[in-house]
Each structure stands twice: as C-alpha cells, then as structure tokens.
C-alpha cells in the first residue's frame, strides 16, 4: 500500500470516528478554554508557557492528569488515559503532597488549605487531628491517580525520553522497523489517549553530542516530539518558561504587555512545532490597573489571564480570565466580566472563594 493511501485511510478512519463521538476528546475541566481547542486530543502538540509562579504547571496536570481522570472515573465512555509526566522542576514528594493537598481541599470544601510546609511538619508547622485524617484519606486519591499516569523526575535528556517513549509504544502497540531506518505503530487500543509532559522543557538535560548547548536539546526534543505524535498519535504537552524580558521595565511600561511566542525561553522551536500555544499572565506583575476589563484592585490577588496564543485547529487569540489557589495549585474560570458587572452577589461568591483560600 502506497503512502498516500495509508494516509487516506486514516483520514477516512478519522472521520468515522468522529461520526461515533470517538474524537470528542476528554475534558480539560475549564469549559470556556475546552471550546476554543476542544478537550485533551489524541496527537496534538500543545505549549504552555508563562512566567515564575503563574500556574503553568498547575494547569496541565489540572487539564491533562487530575480533571481527565476524574472524568474517566465518573462517566461510562470508552476513551481511556496514559500520562508519562517528566517532572523536571518538582520532585515527586513535593508534587505528591500538592496533589494530596488538593485532595484535601476539595473534599473539606475549601475548608483545609494544607501547604507543603505544613504537610511535612516543617518549622512550626503542625497538622491537627483532623487534617492528618483528611491527609490519609487522599493518599487513596494519589493511588488512583498513578494507575493513570508515571512520574519521571531527575535529570532526562532528549535520549532517555526517545528510549523511554519507544519502550512505551511497544508495550501499547507493534512497533515494526522498515529498511529506510524508520518504523510503522498500530496501537493495541484505538482509544487510549497518550499524553506526554515535560515539565519544564528548559531543564532538559543536553545528550552528549549537543556540547552543553541548551538549545539544540529543546530543539532536538521538541523534532522527536513530533515524531511521536504523527507516527504514535501521542499527545505532547510541554511547559514552558517565559523570557525574563516579559519582566523588564520596558514591557512593564507598555500598555498592553501581554504574552507573546516570541517570549518562550531558550528556544522558538516548540512554539513553532506545538499544535496550540497556551499562556499564563499575572497583570499584578506588570502593575498592571486592569486586565480585559478585571479590576485588579478587586481579583489582582489571585488573577490570572489566559491567552490561547496560536490553534492550528481552531480561533487562537482568546483571553480567558482564571483564578489560581497557588498553595494546592488549583485553577479555576473566572465568570465572564459582564456576569460580575450585572451580579454583586457574583462578586461576593468569587472572592469569598478566592481570598479565603489564596
């Protein structure tokens, strides 16, 4: 079979499996934003960036690990969910006690908002009866999430994640070599969904033949990458930090200094090889009075902008405005600027929710 047919075949293939509701996707758990680029996708490269403490890593495992899973739990659907997250900036015991920090918040109704700090018992800090019972119950939560997804911190190159992925197609699929030195895929299961996350991409540590230089890892990593999504039909996700010159009093002096793809660090490359390019904003940063029509004297506290920078698949230039709760790195929409205007009972309820809990 020619390559061109192959290809017509899956195109074909596609179709019929949208007509079944098979590509809908799973939700990311952020309504306004899953409108814009439509769920967690089967073979699409997605960026997100921001700059230090803006919620970027927060917003993927909320999108791609922990609102996905959940979703698969509570409804009878056939998609099902692989995650490999390289967890490059956070070692796994701080990310476990976030992600069980979560657990407990949610289920205490934003009564319990544990910190890391006070999770481990470091310095003063000391769990009372009742959160060390709330903290044991999440760690079933933790188990039932690692049936899902597999963490990998410490240092990884651009070869390990070539070696470690190929090892996973084989295990998920048949992986079959052809004598011009590339291979065919055929998953096992048409419906399981493979993300793959490098958080961050900046720490990526360079192979040998790239001499030190940071830029050709990231670039190396962002081409295999790609070869992975068309190829294994994975699903990368890579988070990415912002230029500090998005900082500098030249862009705090601009009047609208909102993210743009030139402020990836390191490398322009995954900007231009991503699918959709997701970014994080805080305006309190810029001194920034508003923000698309938010009063930061009101939300500055906890805000933040979200702007879908390129969508290859859909609109891009959308701003979506979010809360963060940095202590369990929950993100959530904020109501549209003309609900809040229109209810001041809105108000009240948005930042009850927020400043109790930020």
Known sequence: MSDIQKIKDRFWQEVERGKQGLNEGLPMGFNRLTKVICNV??????????????????????????????????????????????????????????????????????????????????????????????????????????QYVEFVDGSVSPLFVYKDLLALANEIGTVTKQENGHWDFVQHDPNLIVVVVIDHVGLITPNK????????????????????????????????????SIEGMDRKSNAHPDPQLSDFKDSGNPAQDADTVVALFNPIRHRLSTHNGYDMNTYGSFYRGLSVLKNRDGIDNVDIAMGFIGAVGKLKELPPVSDLESRPDLVKKVLNYFNTNT
């Open 41 to 146: 996708q089967k073979g699409r490269y997605d960026l997100w960036g921001g700059g230090t403490g803006t919620g970027k890593s927060s917003a993927v495992l909320d999108a791609y690990v922990i609102n996905p899973i959940e979703y698969i739990l509570a409804n009878d659907q056939p998609l099902k969910l692989r995650v490999k997250y390289y967890n490059l900036e956070m070692a796994t015991m701080p990310l476990m006690a976030k992600l069980m920090a979560r657990r407990v918040f949610e289920q205490s109704e934003g009564k319990y908002l544990l910190s890391v700090n006070k999770i481990f018992g470091r310095g003063n800090y000391r769990l009372s009866a009742e959160e060390d019972r709330l903290l044991g119950e999440a760690q079933d939560y933790f188990d039932m999430l690692t």
């Open 209 to 244: 033949d790239h001499g030190g230089n940071k830029k050709k890892a990231i670039d190396d990593l962002s081409e295999m990458l790609i070869k992975f999504r068309n190829r294994c039909g994975f699903s990368p996700v890579v988070v990415s930090q912002f230029n500090r």
